[in-house]
């Protein structure tokens, strides 16, 4: 979060990130290095296994059709379930990743985990959001990284809700490894935590939909902001600039 | 007072020497032991002081006990029997009354510390226990009575273990599991409904000839038979990779024995041993006889909605709605896209207002915006 050091007309977060600024018509346009390659990295990845997770995850709940012949000809549930472990696996080891960067990356690369609710600013920002989306702003405020609305959405569903998915992933994957497998060992305690492993299965299966909201929303309102806000969304989260555009203080 | 071995009591019973070592070695085969643990089984039997089983009924319906004298093979049950029943089971002993009840304090004063308590049924807590009344007494009291000097507690079945049927929602009479009843000995959960007779002798002769519990899971199982899921044994389970499903109870795929997954198995959520120990001498198994799994040995399997489906109700899982997880995210997916498409037009026309109205100058109504 950084709204504070926009204020003024100085150009954001001078401090910690490199800036650029061109003439472009008549009109400055600042343009600031926010999402470094790491981040970027496993944006994609993340997206893309959630994807496949999604889908693999709704067709072991609701398989296809039957298959006519021998059971030896066919693999296809084993298939599913193999592509589905595989994304989970490396949407784990991602989100690992991505925690471990946290602490190597800028100051962006930390606003995923952290949710500021002691800092006024924050909920100022969070508020002039809610009202720019309910249409009762004509315009929004500047963020360099994640819009504090952006920011609360992300931490409860990106950050708590995959770990829940992996906790539960894992719990029900250890049902196969067996007690004694590392995934016993790690998350086996799930299971009868949370009422057993049916139940795990149903809440795994909620939790996708959660996801799919998320997903939904986030993608929606990504393209809506990169048009209408005050500053370049997708080009951020694909090569790491962020361009404002207009040199307005606040 | 010199303590009988069990051999003992056996011979006493009319059991050969012959019919005890055959026993020792079926028993061995059972646990999952070598057949060099034959002989440890029968030393252990011969040396041993006899450890009573006693054996209360709360709220149930026998089940357990119906299962258990059905054990496989003849001997293992008159075996088994020969160590417990002697002592107290109202359903099983020779004695009633108060003559019944004089039993069990006498073991109870005689083995103290020293026997082992096996629970079928639970205690129901509601209007001060009145709900399931022993000798005049609500059961919950016997309960707590006899486990204050038990050395163990099995707890029989999914009644016991977990509630079962008299626990299910809204459990009128709050039947409550033992382990929530008692809280200072150790227990050994033997859950179904009702547990495979094997697999309830296996237990018991494991605790009796090694004189200490078997190796217990997170859940209070024993390892040796509740390791392993319906699903992770069951001999249809290349159908369900190859992705060959029952899809309806009188078609095709049920004729020829596919996976039941679609119609509802719970196999793949269950701790048990079916699908190995099998039922009856080994004959069969809900899924070998064409029906999914039900999941019996589960905690609340009663509550978790339709056996017939596999996804299950939410209002079982305390979100209060009739609906399966699909359905409340295909709904909730339709509201948020309906949603974000209104928001998208109204964005759009905005747009095109403020355009309207701004012309060049674009920021002068909004430049006081704080
Ligand atoms: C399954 C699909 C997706 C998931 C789960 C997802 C998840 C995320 C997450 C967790 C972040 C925060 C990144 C961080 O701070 O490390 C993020 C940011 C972002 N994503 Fe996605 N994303 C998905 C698809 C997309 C797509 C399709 C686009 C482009 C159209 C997109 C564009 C962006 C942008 C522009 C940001 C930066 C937002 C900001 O600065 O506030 N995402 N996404
Ligand atoms: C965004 C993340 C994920 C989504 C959306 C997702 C979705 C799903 C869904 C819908 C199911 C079917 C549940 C049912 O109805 O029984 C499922 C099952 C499962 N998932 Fe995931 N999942 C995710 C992450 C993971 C991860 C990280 C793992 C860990 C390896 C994992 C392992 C499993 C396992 C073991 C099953 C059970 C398969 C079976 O019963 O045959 N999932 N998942
Ligand atoms: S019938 Fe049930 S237990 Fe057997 S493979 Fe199919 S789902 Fe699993
Ligand atoms: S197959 Fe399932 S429902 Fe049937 S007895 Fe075994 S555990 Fe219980």
């Known amino acids: ?250 | 007072m010199a303590l009988e071995t069990f051999y003992e009591v056996m011979r006493r019973q009319g059991i050969t020497r012959r019919s005890f070592l055959k026993y020792c070695s079926l028993t061995a085969a059972a646990l999952g032991l070598g057949p060099e643990f034959a002989p440890q089984i029968a030393e252990a039997m011969e040396t041993k002081p006899r450890t009573p089983v006693l054996w209360l009924h709360g709220l149930e319906c026998t089940c357990c006990s119906e299962s258990f004298i059905r054990s496989a093979h003849p001997l293992a049950k008159d075996v088994v029997l020969s160590m417990i029943s002697l002592d107290y089971d109202d359903t099983l002993m020779a004695s009633a009354g108060h003559q019944a009840e004089a039993i069990l304090d006498e073991v109870m004063e005689k083995y103290k510390g020293n026997y082992i308590l096996a629970v079928e049924g639970n205690p129901p807590l509601n209007e001060d226990g009145m709900y399931c009344i022993i000798g005049g007494k609500p059961f919950v009291d016997q309960l707590k009575k006899v486990a204050k000097d038990a050395k163990a507690i099995i707890s029989w079945g999914s009644c016991a273990s977990y509630g079962c049927v008299q626990a299910a929602r809204p459990n009128p009479t709050r039947a409550t599991p033992v382990h929530e009843v008692i809280f200072d000995k150790p227990i050994i959960k033997v859950p179904g409904c009702p547990p495979i007779a094997e697999v309830m002798t296996g237990v018991i002769t494991y605790m009796l000839t090694f004189d200490r519990l078997p190796d217990l899971d997170r859940q209070g199982r024993p390892k040796m038979f509740y390791s392993q899921r319906i699903h992770d044994k069951c001999y249809r389970r290349p159908h369900f990779d190859a992705g060959q499903y029952v899809e309806s109870f009188d078609d095709e795929g049920a004729r020829k024995g596919y996976c039941l997954y679609k119609v509802g198995c719970k196999g793949p959520t269950t701790y048990n041993a079916c699908s190995t120990v099998r039922w009856n001498d080994g004959v069969s198994f809900p899924i070998q006889a064409g029906h999914g799994c039900i999941g019996c040995s589960e905690d609340g399997f009663w509550d978790k909605g339709s056996w017939y489906a596999r996804l299950a109700d939410l209002k079982g899982s305390g979100f209060g709605v009739e609906a399966n997880a699909d359905q409340v995210g295909l709904i909730a997916a339709g509201a948020v896209g309906a949603g974000v498409a209104v928001h998208a037009a109204v964005s759009a026309l905005k747009r095109a207002q403020h355009k309207n109205t701004d012309n060049g100058a674009d920021n002068s109504a909004t430049g006081g915006e704080k």
Not at chain 1, 19 to 36: D, F, S
Not at chain 1, 141 to 169: D, E, S
Not at chain 1, 186 to 215: A, E, K, N
């Open chain 1, 1 to 250: 979060m950084s709204d504070t050091s926009l204020s003024g007309a100085a150009p954001p977060a001078a401090s910690a990130t490199p800036v650029a600024q061109a003439i472009k018509g008549g009109r400055k346009l600042t343009t600031v290095y926010v999402y470094e390659a790491p981040v970027r990295l496993w944006h994609w990845v993340n997206a893309l296994s959630i994807v496949v997770l999604c889908i693999t995850g709704y067709f072991i709940g609701s398989p296809f059709p039957t298959l006519s012949g021998e059971a030896s000809a066919h693999y296809l549930m084993g298939t599913i379930r193999f592509v589905h472990f595989a994304a989970g696996y490396i949407l784990a080891v991602g989100f690992l990743g991505r925690i471990i960067w946290a602490f190597f990356g800028n100051k962006y690369s930390r606003e995923l985990f952290t949710f500021p609710f002691w800092r006024k600013s924050f909920w100022r920002g969070f508020f002039v959001e809610i009202k720019w989306y309910a249409f009762l702003k004509p315009r929004p405020l500047k963020f360099v990284g994640h819009n504090p609305l952006a920011q609360v959405f992300m931490f409860f569903v990106m950050v708590l809700g995959l770990a829940f998915m992996i906790v539960t992933g894992f719990a029900l994957y250890s049902e196969g490894t067996g007690p004694g497998s590392w995934q016993d060992k790690l998350f086996g305690w799930v299971l009868p935590l949370l009422g057993g492993s049916m139940q795990v299965h149903t809440l795994h299966h909620l939790g996708m939909w959660v996801i799919i909201l998320f997903v939904i929303i986030h993608v929606y309102s990504v393209i809506r902001e990169d048009i209408m806000s005050r500053q370049t969304m997708v080009s951020a989260i694909t090569n790491g600039h962020r361009t404002f555009r207009d040199d307005d203080p606040e």
